[in-house]
Antibody
Framework: QVQLVQSGAEVKEPGASVKVSCKTS????????IHWVRQAPGQRLEWMGW????????ELSQKFQGRVTFTRDTSASTAHMELSGLRSEDTAVYFC??????????????????WGQGTVVTVSS | DIVMTQSPDSLAVSLGERATINCKSS????????????LAWYQQKPGQPPKLLIY???TRESGVPDRFSGSGSGTDFTLTIGNLQAEDVAVYYC?????????FGQGTKLEIK
């Protein structure tokens, strides 16, 4: 069965960086795009960007340009998200999520069918 | 950015009754070349990640009960939950994937009356 298992909670000081891992299983890792979405307390879900796990191409939300890096390790079927220059507003639950791919008519479904359990990142001095 | 606005923010419905949640986008999410609405619905229970219910505005994800249905086109969409069950208590989100950044509604909290 498809599973995405994320790394554990992190507490960071302002200005630091955090790296969150998303280990996948149950499917061919390089076949499906992985997205990153975060949810700050009391806020709506916020899309951060995606990584093509096959060729490592990425697309980032402009809001996070220059601060976030997506990488992947195909040998470990794992995606990583690193966020730098942390500030208190970055306190949130960070999710990785798999994109389903293409439907029967050949159109890409850019929604999220399987999710990691979430990683709590707390930014506090 | 496309702004997604849901209504109501919360609602309480009796068991066995129907719940209706609305989602409005600030611009059309209908792609004219394929006539598809780039709109998804999710259910999120406390302490859990969201669960995909509907994509293309009305296509039910595999395994989702047929009590859940999506409708609408362009800028106005509806998620309907028929024969409400206790396990349907959750927050529901719409999401557009017409253009990046992909954006979500603020969520609608569904409770049992």
């Amino acid at each position: 069965q498809v599973q995405l298992v994320q790394s554990g909670a992190e507490v960071k000081e302002p200005g630091a960086s955090v790296k969150v891992s998303c280990k996948t299983s149950g499917y061919t890792f390089t076949t499906f795009v992985i997205h990153w979405v975060r949810q700050a307390p009391g806020q709506r879900l916020e899309w951060m960007g995606w990584i093509n796990t096959g060729n490592a191409n990425t697309e980032l939300s402009q809001k996070f340009q220059g601060r976030v890096t997506f990488t992947r390790d195909t040998s470990a079927s794992t995606a990583h998200m690193e966020l730098s220059g942390l500030r208190s507003e970055d306190t949130a639950v960070y999710f990785c999520a798999r994109e389903p791919g293409y439907d029967s008519t050949g159109y890409r479904i850019e929604a999220f069918d399987f999710w990691g359990q979430g990683t709590v990142v707390t930014v506090s001095s | 950015d496309i702004v997604m606005t849901q209504s109501p923010d919360s609602l309480a419905v009796s068991l066995g009754e129907r719940a209706t949640i609305n989602c409005k986008s600030s611009q059309s999410v209908l792609f004219s070349s394929n006539n598809k609405n780039y709109l998804a619905w999710y259910q999120q229970k406390p302490g859990q990640p969201p669960k995909l219910l509907i994509y293309w505005a009305s296509t039910r994800e595999s395994g989702v009960p047929d009590r859940f249905s999506g409708s609408g086109s362009g800028t106005d969409f509806t998620l309907t939950i028929g024969n409400l069950q206790a396990e349907d208590v959750a927050v529901y989100y719409c999401q557009q994937y017409f253009g990046t950044p992909y954006t979500f509604g603020q969520g609608t909290k569904l409770e049992i009356k």
